[in-house]
């Protein structure tokens, strides 16, 4: 079956400019993870969803960061206002079950350069 | 704040030979812990996992070692391929909450024919 994908999977973005990342996790997977991979760093969490609700966004690094996961399937996450530090591999997990949320499979990422 | 930590971001090996990578963890509510492989331009792909209750867990090739007093777990891949060559997170998360991941930085593993 399909894995979890993600689009674009590159992306280039001046500084200021607003951009859309979008997840499209496995079929029926209730768990939706964003983190976000600097250079050189392991993933940090951004933010969870459980179906349509976002239950944690403790992770998002300020208020220019929004997610959404409108009927609990495909997730996108916003930047606006993009700035130099954003830059990073953006990476979405899903898992099948609340309960097994720990063990995680995930997208290829999409990797966000911002000049 | 590093919570998990693996200290040694590159590792070379022989193929055949045993590759140990290691982690730390600083957190004493961790209670599950997972190694994860990532080749470039990939996703990390869930590799092998121990729960706190256990100090060993064994999958194949691999080997997760768990010793919570030193709060040290490391990984063990014998026999080593050229196909392993990857790099190697560790991560952790608490058995309460939305189970959210805690990653390491990352081991680059080279496994030379």
């Known amino acids: 079956g399909a894995g979890v994908s993600q689009s674009p999977r590159y992306k280039v973005a001046k500084r200021g400019q607003d951009v859309a990342l979008r997840c499209d996790p496995i079929?029926?997977?209730?768990?939706l993870f964003w983190y976000q991979q600097a250079l050189g760093q392991g993933p940090e969490f951004l933010t969870y969803?459980?179906?349509?609700?976002?239950?944690?966004k403790s992770g998002l690094p300020s208020d220019r960061f929004f997610a959404e996961r409108p009927e609990g399937s495909v997730s996108t996450l916003k930047i606006q206002r993009t700035q130099q530090e954003d830059s990073a591999v953006y990476l979405c997990?899903?898992?099948?079950?609340?309960?097994?949320?720990?063990?995680?499979?995930f997208g290829p990422g999409t990797r966000l350069t911002v000049t | 704040d590093q919570q998990v930590k693996q200290n040694s971001p590159s590792l070379s090996v022989q193929e055949g030979r045993i590759s140990i990578l290691n982690c730390d963890y600083t957190?004493?509510?961790?209670?599950?812990f997972l190694w994860y492989k990532k080749y470039p331009a990939e996703g990390p792909t869930f590799l092998i996992s121990?729960?706190?209750?256990?100090d060993k867990n064994e999958d194949g090739r691999f080997t997760v070692f768990l010793n919570k007093s030193a709060k040290h777990l490391s990984l063990h891949i014998v026999p080593s391929q050229p196909g392993d060559s990857a790099v190697y997170f560790c991560?952790?998360?608490?058995?309460?909450?939305?189970?959210?991941?805690?990653f390491g930085t990352g081991t680059r593993l080279l496994v030379s024919p």
């Open positions: 957190n004493s509510m961790f209670d599950y």
């Open positions: 997990a899903s898992s099948p079950r609340v309960a097994q949320a720990r063990e995680q499979y």
């Open positions: 079929s029926g997977h209730v768990s």
């Open positions: 121990i729960s706190s209750i256990k």
């Open positions: 969803f459980q179906n349509e609700a976002q239950l944690d």
């Open positions: 991560a952790a998360n608490r058995n309460t909450g939305f189970q959210k991941l805690v």
